[in-house]
T-cell receptor
Framework: DAGVTQSPTHLIKTRGQQVTLRCSPK?????VSWYQQALGQGPQFIFQYYEEEERQRGNFPDRFSGHQFPNYSSELNVNALLLGDSALYLC?????????????????FGNGTRLTVT | GENVEQHPSTLSVQEGDSAVIKCTYSDSASNYFPWYKQELGKRPQLIID?????GEKKDQRIAVTLNKTAKHFSLHITETQPEDSAVYFCAAENRDDKIIFGKGTRLHILP
């Protein structure tokens, strides 16, 4: 039973470029959340995808966009990269329990993609 | 806005002693509070979680308490061991189902 897998593991980009990060959720999970973790900080919520739609979004600019595919995998795209975008990007999957107080199962994280912008 | 505050940022305890990490949250509608452990260079891993319908939960040496009135929750690790050294994150799920993380506590277990 594979856990959450992310690719690539490391990436170096130049300021102004665009990047695409990929995530495959844990088997049985249908929801994918993306987080940005700067060095020495906690994960910051970027957005969440469910049923191929962006369900929730954090305080990130429109340069950050995403997509979810029918097989529940997801991509995170960042345009016009800034030096400050350098961070560990974590994907976390869960499954939607239902409506009400316990909507999501606990998050399972991937190992992340370390993005360096020079 | 939504916020999770975590204290202390760094904690050093003697091996065998207890460690306590405290968090507060701002969204009164939050009802799910997970704790994650992140070792250097590794992914955050869920170690324990609690929902708002209980006040305390224990799993071997780890326990979490929740005070909804005061909007704070705590992680307690007893009989600490060297492998407990890591960064610990508290988190709260807000009314929009976003899981918001604290800034983390770096726990050092001293020999």
């Amino acid at each position: 039973d594979a856990g959450v897998t992310q690719s690539p593991t490391h990436l170096i980009k130049t300021r102004g470029q665009q990047v695409t990060l990929r995530c495959s959720p844990k088997s049985g999970h249908d929801t994918v959340s993306w987080y940005q973790q700067a060095l020495g900080q906690g994960p910051q919520f970027i957005f969440q995808y469910y049923e191929e739609e962006e369900r929730q979004r954090g305080n990130f600019p429109d340069r950050f966009s995403g997509h979810q595919f029918p097989n529940y995998s997801s991509e995170l795209n960042v345009n016009a990269l800034l030096l400050g975008d350098s961070a560990l990007y974590l994907c976390a999957s869960s499954f939607m329990i239902g409506t009400g107080e316990q909507d999501n199962s606990p998050l399972h994280f991937g190992n992340g993609t370390r993005l360096t912008v020079t | 806005g939504e916020n999770v505050e975590q204290h202390p940022s760094t904690l050093s305890v003697q091996e065998g002693d207890s460690a306590v990490i405290k968090c507060t949250y701002s969204d009164s509608a939050s009802n799910y509070f997970p704790w994650y452990k992140q070792e250097l260079g590794k992914r955050p891993q869920l170690i324990i979680d609690i929902r708002s319908n209980v006040g305390e939960k224990k799993d071997q040496r780890i326990a979490v308490t929740l005070n909804k009135t005061a909007k704070h929750f705590s992680l307690h690790i007893t009989e600490t061991q060297p492998e407990d050294s890591a960064v610990y994150f508290c988190a709260a799920e807000n009314r929009d189902d976003k899981i918001i993380f604290g800034k983390g506590t770096r726990l050092h277990i001293l020999p």
